[in-house]
């Protein structure tokens, strides 16, 4: 197998430095030339395994594709559905709506996941101002998606939701994530945009999913920038 | 050119077969050459003892330790312009600093100019030069083939193997003496390799100069009071060993203060030295040369008698060796260990049947043979080296018992009263003794620069604190280092922890600058530094990370954290088998 050594030293979650030390001290069965590092990949999967390092291609992948999750809110959204005019008077009848069309098969969990938003809600309310609400599950559901979405909601009429500002909810955010830390980043992405007063008025004019997701892109591109 | 198409030639027969096959491969020619050189060595030095022990009788053969004294170190220095110094400290330097890399010179420096010293009457070893050239041999073969460093220092080892075995006929003394005082490490990958050169090398001297074993003897019959007896004699040899290194170091002293104060040059040294060796040798000449004669007088007991007559050899002996090495000579302290070894046996015989003369102890041979190994094993500090040695080159398997009480009592003592060797002292004190899997070693590997962690985020000396608010987010560290804002010079850091108290209040955001609460008397290091003495910079002053500064400009900080991380993965690895 060959491999250019920065990948190689990536691979083996290593400095590069140190992997070329180890190389010419053949430390290691990597041969190499120039810049290519030569190897039998079982060899070194044995060396890696005695050494107690982790060593596997799968892994790289994986984690390069976290590392680029800086627009994680707007794929997040791009991933859920945006769902204008719901009928509804109460929280209740609002999140069984969605749940019905976030395309879940199992009752059970739809069930477990009504519950969970609800139990959420008696914490308290998710409402933040402005007429806002972002109802969550109180524990994430690990194994319901693949992965992090967004469901947006533009009720009918403005939505009773026992806000902190005491306002009625025109636009809920469903956030639906995979563990706490995605959660988190989902919510601090969201809140930054929402600290916008333009965004928010961009949100009352109802705009579609596409128009939506291109503006979240920009917030999140100016929140990288920073 | 023409080297480098070799070069190429070279690898792509490498590529082209298994490394662990080729380096069998390696290891038997390396074990051949290695073995021409001893044998070489071997045949110039009786040559010489031939052709000049007819003139000893006369009263200016004294000249002679002198005039090969010179020709040896002006033959070293001017003429093919090596180091001087005794040989193996040079290679373990090598193995443990600079991956086994030894000159192409080397493979003849150190034969000749000890082939001078040794031939002529000075006292000194030819079993070092023997193993520097064996060890160029293996060093220069491994880089001609581009191999690694650890393929390096193996065939480098196989070299230091087939000398020693093919000058003592003793193939399992080669492969004990390599891995216990050259590679330091007792590892499957380099035994092989090893003991093949190491038979290799045998089989060479075997087939040139016949299957002799040097030392032989009609046997001895050991009983329980030579056990007692021989823990007696370790006491004893492990003074004469320290005596014989303490003078060595003496003489060295004694030499540089004599070439400073007269203004001496390197050869005219020598040469008084050599002289001086001369003189001795003119009253008791077992002190001269490499003294294997002597050894075999002492073992077969055939050593004129007295007490006194033993006694004064002893001393005379170290004493010569003493001035040989320390005045400008070359050659190894193997052999003369080996003489002083045996004439500690002899007059500890002589002394303990006059004290005890009931007691039922073996002949003095016996004794020999025992102080022999006693001495060896504190010079060196190498008891398996010291039991097995003697074992082979007397092939008296009979004493093994008392052998292992001398040699391992008298290394005890020794590393007790000279914690390092007479090969590892130099290196200790320079503090370049880096054995595999050490502390120093795996510190003296890794660079600042594969464990500098880049990932700072810069701010400037002018911003207020509230911009610094907003990086907190997005920075993954609690240091911030500062630079100015026009020269980008580094002026020191801001440390989170300092500034603690002020990050929550708001009145503090818009009125503090950075440079109020950064701290610039903090110790920073450049990236030559060697980790060990960033490390103590970082205990003396109780930081957990120290930045890093090229010139002036900041690159970067290293941290216990990763240093932790990479220390562990760098002390698997070295202690690992590949």
């Known amino acids: ?226 | 050119m023409r080297r480098v198409f070799l070069k190429r030639q070279a690898q792509s027969i490498i590529f082209s077969f298994d490394e662990n096959f080729l380096l069998l491969i390696m290891a038997l020619i390396v074990g051949i050459l290695g073995g021409f050189a001893a044998v070489f060595l071997n045949y110039s030095l009786e040559f010489c003892y031939e052709h000049l022990h007819v003139f000893r009788q006369y009263w200016w053969a004294f000249f002679f330790p002198g005039v090969g004294a010179i020709c040896s170190c002006v033959f070293l220095k001017k003429i093919i312009r090596d180091d001087k110094g005794h040989g193996v400290p040079d290679v373990i330097y090598s193995v443990s600093k600079k991956g086994g890399l030894l000159k192409v010179r080397s493979i003849f420096s150190r034969l000749f100019s000890s082939i001078l010293t040794i031939g002529s009457g000075g006292s000194a070893g030819p079993e070092a030069p023997i193993l520097y050239s064996g060890a160029a041999i293996g060093s220069n073969i491994a880089r001609l083939f581009s191999l690694n460093e650890r393929q390096r220092i193996t065939l480098l080892g196989c070299g230091t193997a087939s000398a020693i075995s093919a000058i003592f006929n003793a193939p399992v003394s080669g492969i004990i003496f390599t891995l216990e005082v050259i590679l330091a490490e007792w590892n499957t990958i380099y035994l092989v390799p090893v003991a093949i050169a190491s038979v290799a090398g045998t089989e060479l001297s075997r087939f040139l100069r016949g299957n002799q074993i040097p030392f032989s003897n009609s046997g001895f019959n050991i009983g329980f009071d030579d056990l007692i007896a021989a823990a007696l004699l370790a006491v004893f040899t492990a003074v004469i060993s320290v005596l014989f290194t303490r003078s060595m170091e003496k003489s060295n002293k004694l030499a540089s203060s004599f070439e400073k104060k007269f203004r001496l040059t390197f050869f005219v040294k020598a040469g008084l030295g050599g002289c001086a060796v001369g003189i001795i040798g003119f009253f008791i000449p077992d002190a001269l040369g490499e003294g294997y004669h002597s050894i075999r007088e002492l073992i077969s007991g055939t050593y004129s008698t007295g007490l006194a007559i033993a006694g004064v050899a002893l001393f005379a002996k170290i004493i010569a060796t003493a001035i040989t090495l320390g005045w400008g000579g070359s050659g190894g302290v193997f052999a003369p260990s080996l003489v002083i070894g045996s004439f500690t046996g002899v007059v500890f015989y002589r002394v303990f049947t006059l004290i005890f003369p009931e007691a039922n102890l073996v002949s003095e041979g016996g004794f020999a043979l025992l102080g022999m190994s006693g001495v060896m094993a504190g010079v060196l500090q190498a008891p398996l080296t010291g039991i097995f040695l003697i074992v082979e080159i007397t092939g008296g398997y009979e004493v093994i018992v008392p052998l292992i009480i001398v040699s391992s009592l008298s290394s005890v003592i020794c590393r007790y009263l000279e914690p390092a060797s007479v090969y590892l002292k130099e290196l200790v004190e320079k503090g370049t003794l880096l054995r595999p899997g050490t502390d120093a070693k795996v510190l003296s590997d890794l660079k600042v620069e594969e464990i500098l962690e880049k990932d700072c985020l810069e701010v400037f000396n002018d911003m207020r604190l509230k911009e610094l608010i907003y990086l907190l987010k997005v920075s993954k560290r609690n240091f911030f280092p500062v630079v100015d804002r026009k020269t980008k010079d580094f002026l020191g850091v801001v440390h989170l922890d300092h500034i603690r108290p002020y990050l929550l209040d708001s009145l503090m955001y818009e009125t503090v600058f950075i440079y109020q609460i950064m701290d610039s008397e903090i110790p920073v290091i450049s990236p030559d530094t060697e980790l060990k003495e960033a490390l103590d910079i970082m205990d003396e002053y109780s930081m957990f990370s120290i930045p890093v500064l090229s010139g002036r400009k900041f690159m970067g900080i290293i941290s216990k954290g990763t240093l932790l991380d990479q220390y562990r993965k760098e002390l698997m690895v070295q202690t690992s088998e590949i």
């Open chain 1, 1 to 226: 197998m060959k491999l250019h050594i920065n990948d190689a030293a990536s691979l083996l979650n290593l400095p590069v430095n140190t992997l070329k030390r180890w190389i010419r001290q053949g430390r290691v069965p990597i041969n190499r030339s120039e810049d290519i590092c030569i190897f039998k990949e079982e060899k070194l999967n044995e060396w890696a395994k005695r050494n107690h390092f982790s060593f596997s291609e799968k892994k790289c992948i994986e984690k390069k594709v976290l590392d680029s999750g800086t627009q994680i809110l707007s794929s997040a959204v791009s991933r859920g559905i945006v769902l204008y005019d719901v009928e509804g008077s109460t929280k209740e009848d609002i999140f069984s709506f969605v749940i019905k069309n976030l395309g879940i098969d199992d009752d059970e969990n739809k069930n477990e996941f009504l519950k969970r938003l609800l139990e959420r809600e008696e914490l308290s309310s998710t409402g933040i101002g402005k007429g806002v609400a972002i109802p969550h599950p109180r524990e994430p559901l690990d194994n319901l998606f693949d992965s992090p979405l967004i469901a947006i909601v533009f009720p009918k009429e403005p939505l009773e939701f026992d806000s902190i500002d005491k306002s009625l909810v025109f636009v809920l955010f469903f956030i639906v994530s995979r563990n706490v830390k995605e959660h988190l980043k989902l919510l601090s992405n969201l809140s930054y945009c929402l600290r916008h007063e333009n965004f928010i008025a961009f949100l009352k004019n109802k705009p579609p999913m596409e128009k939506i997701i291109s503006e979240i892109e920009f917030f999140e591109n100016q929140l990288l920038n920073q």
